[in-house]
């Protein structure tokens, strides 16, 4: 039978977390509710829960120890708490959880250790404040309750009631739920931003005709974090990681960056990969008023209402390749390729962002790490530069 484990604090919202219960055992699957209250105490009653001691034995903690603490730092613990639990524990099929900030902090960490594919399934306030620290790099779908979940009414039921009816249909959904289709085409992961959209497009037409999976992977923060992960569990052949634009917002400030560990040699062991310095003319920031006073002076293009992106400087570039060359320098595995005309749609003679010297200071700074570099004389978007990173996927490829 199709398992979920319904994570819930019992001490905070225990009519909430039981009504899901309720709810996934009504759509025909098991429920097993697991207690992350933070307060100390076990108030399980008589559900069939893991209970809160045994949530906070998974980081070494008595309940007396997890009452003593701040508040935000046993809620930390019961994070942790709660994803030891779900690891150690390969027969849920699937998360489901309803609360605020507390609730999302501890069904992040604990959806970060369930495979992909299985649904997550949260409903939250926090979708229309901060969905990245709830997402992290894991499939996890949010829904937005409206009303905030405290008390069942006529508005937080059926919210509550539809999460727990989808978790439990996504679960008994077999078809996709893997990386690859199962039937042994190589797997080639991509990053694309709207700027590298044509060089992706073509690349990726090549690939699929000759037989490849192409997945591609909007480089927007959550999208890099999400592909190293995977990269990391060794889910695919090749990487074509032609659009490393969250290192700009790494180094430059701007809100789409990856974490430090984007590009890190130690990322995808074994994956060769293809490196480009796509869109790395560009940090991005939200709508106009809401850029940071402190970027006054500099060069902005608005994307659209919501976006606007900010032209790096010689001096940020010069950073910004720095962590393509060492990457490329501690990986035999792996290349970069440097369209030396415009590493943007907007990076280009005559475009908003076309500056020689950024660019010159960028690919002086990839080739100075000591690595493999291929340097093609096009812009990333021409065809002249897909077919040479095509041309290198063909020779890093496993088993040539």
């Given at each position: ?250 180094i430059a400030g701007g809100d789409l960056d990856a974490g430090p560990d984007r590009l890190t040699p130690a990322r995808g062991p074994g994956v060769p ?108 978007n021409d065809p002249t530069f897909a077919r040479a990173v095509i041309e290198l996927v063909g020779e890093l490829r496993p088993g040539r």
């Amino acid at each position: 039978m199709t398992t979920i484990a319904v994570l819930g604090s019992l001490d905070t919202k225990s009519a909430e977390t039981r009504y899901l219960a309720e709810r996934v055992r009504a759509a025909g699957a098991e429920a097993v509710i697991v207690d992350t209250s933070a307060g100390g105490s076990d108030v399980a009653g008589g559900d069939a829960a893991v209970p809160a001691a045994e949530v906070a034995a998974g980081t070494g903690l008595t309940l007396a120890e997890l009452g003593a603490m701040d508040r935000a730092d046993a809620v930390r613990a019961m994070a942790a708490g709660a994803a030891a639990h779900v690891a150690a524990h390969g027969r849920y099929d699937g998360l489901l959880a309803a609360g605020g900030s507390n609730a999302a902090l501890v069904f992040s960490r604990a959806a970060a250790v369930l495979p992909f594919g299985r649904p997550k399934v949260i409903v939250t306030t926090m979708a229309v404040v901060d969905a990245r620290s709830v997402v992290g790099d894991s499939d996890v779908t949010i829904v937005y309750p409206v009303a905030d979940i405290e008390g069942l009414n006529s508005l937080t039921r059926p919210v509550l009631a539809q999460a727990a009816s989808a978790v439990v249909a996504m679960a008994g959904t077999t078809v996709g739920v893997g990386v690859g289709d199962g039937e042994g085409r190589p797997v080639v992961a991509a990053t694309m931003f709207g700027v590298t959209t044509p060089c992706v497009q073509q690349i990726r037409t090549s690939l699929e005709a000759s037989g490849d999976e192409v997945i591609v992977f909007h480089a927007n923060g959550t999208g890099g974090r999400s592909m190293e992960r995977l990269a990391d569990e060794a889910r695919f052949d090749v990487i074509v990681d032609v659009t490393t634009t969250e290192l700009a917002d790494l180094i430059a400030g701007g809100d789409l960056d990856a974490g430090p560990d984007r590009l890190t040699p130690a990322r995808g062991p074994g994956v060769p990969r293809v490196v480009a310095p796509g869109a790395c003319d560009m940090a991005n920031f939200g709508a106009p008023h809401d850029i940071p006073t402190r970027f006054a002076g500099r060069t902005f293009h608005l994307h659209n209402d919501i976006v606007s992106l900010m032209r790096t400087t010689p001096e940020e570039n010069e950073q910004i390749g720095a962590l393509i060359g060492s990457f490329v320098a501690a990986r035999t595995d792996s290349v970069a390729v440097l369209p030396l005309r415009g590493v943007s749609a907007l990076d280009r003679d005559g475009g908003p962002f076309w500056d020689p010297q950024a660019d010159d200071a960028l690919f002086a700074a990839i080739r100075a790490g000591g690595g493999r570099v291929v340097e093609v004389d096009a812009h990333i978007n021409d065809p002249t530069f897909a077919r040479a990173v095509i041309e290198l996927v063909g020779e890093l490829r496993p088993g040539r």
